[in-house]
């Protein structure tokens, strides 16, 4: 069982800019681990894909519509992944879920283990 917790949620205003965490514990060395992503889900909404990163952390990808405003990273040796999100628009208000899997993918129903999401709300 892998556990995934988020934080880093909050109030922030138009163009300004938050930092998630996502901290793992448990077997985070199992296959079905090893990758992690970001998706986010605004109220009436299905939830959507953010961002992914492999293993390596080399490898990434985003949905088109935070490419060049939110960047991805990982902390191996923390168990952790980050979201870097700069230049915040109202429509990113959302609950933003980390989760993982065996590969790098933005298609949920591949991700095998989710934390239970934090809060972003931007203000116009």
């Known amino acids: 069982q892998v556990e995934l917790v988020e934080s880093g949620g909050g109030l922030v205003q138009a163009g300004g800019s938050l930092r998630l965490t996502c901290a793992a514990s448990?077997?985070?060395?199992?296959?079905?681990?090893?990758?992690r992503g970001w998706f986010r889900q605004a109220p009436g909404k299905e939830r959507e894909f953010v961002a992914a990163?492999?293993?390596?952390?080399?490898?990434?990808y985003y949905a088109d519509s935070v490419k060049g405003r939110f960047t991805i990273s990982r902390d191996n040796a923390q168990n952790t992944v980050y979201l870097q999100m700069n230049s915040l628009k109202p429509e990113d208000t959302a609950v933003y879920y980390c989760?993982?899997?065996?590969?790098?993918?933005?298609?949920?129903?591949?991700?095998?283990?989710w934390g239970q999401g934090t809060q972003v709300t931007v203000s116009s």
């Open positions: 989760a993982a899997a065996s590969i790098m993918t933005m298609t949920k129903s591949q991700y095998d283990y």
């Open positions: 990163i492999g293993w390596s952390g080399i490898e990434t």
């Open positions: 448990g077997r985070t060395f199992t296959r079905q681990a090893r990758a």
